[in-house]
């Protein structure tokens, strides 16, 4: 089986003591492609030189909504010259984030109606970061004519869902889905059409059950399968075939 991590921040300085070794287990648990997403333009540099290390990381660079405060305008056209540089694979993590308070929802929306257009113009698939603002992040994509692209960590209704897969984008399910306590997240992810659904780790954030409390590693994947397994009538072969296939689609990997 072969599986594609496709939300995974192994260019965090929580990696830099043994990030060859954590790559080498990955793809010794068959994740055999990572897509490391940005976060701040100072971490692109950081972030583009990991990507060299390997032929099995992709790069998607943005700016993501919780750091507004570390975001210029001057950023937005440091991203375009990166573009016509760099083959990056997507623009992200892009988003809105209204679960932390007093936080500037204004220029959220401003710098995500930047980095849309930026992606629509490059015709490149958008990777989204979404907390308590799925209706604003939804209007917002509605006016764009995007590549599609991913919603990472969704969270979101079920209404939600449908409206992002009918705008041409795929849902990111992760170690959440581990815990028998995350219902809500563990029906839609059984309910939902499998063609809308990838894997991701979100590493070194968001852990998997079985690692509870500790760093989160992109070899803790094969946990997000078989947690998708046991809520849905495929079989983790069927599942993993699925997932892999519309994670090379979505960002155009050739197999």
Sequence with gaps: MKLIDTHCHIDSRE????RER??????????EKIIVPAVTKNRWQGLLSVCEYSDFLYPALGLHPVYIAQHNASDLDELERQLEKIPVIAIGEIGLDYYIKDIDKSAQRKLL?????????????VILHCRKAYDDLITQIATHQLKGGIAHAFNGSIQHAYKLIDMGFKLGFGGM???????KLRNLARNLPLS??????DAPDLTVSQYR???NSPEYLPFVLQALASIRVESIEELAFSTYHT???VFNIKN
């Design 22 to 31: 954590v790559l080498t287990s990955a793809l010794e648990h068959n994740v």
């Design 196 to 201: 809308s659904i990838v894997l991701e780790t």
């Design 247 to 249: 994670s090379l689609n």
């Design 113 to 125: 109606d930047s980095q849309l257009s930026i992606a629509r113009q490059y015709r490149l698939p």
């Design 15 to 18: 990696f830099d003591a043994d």
């Design 177 to 183: 889905l581990t815990y028998q306590h995350s219902r």
């Design 213 to 215: 409390g500790q760093r």
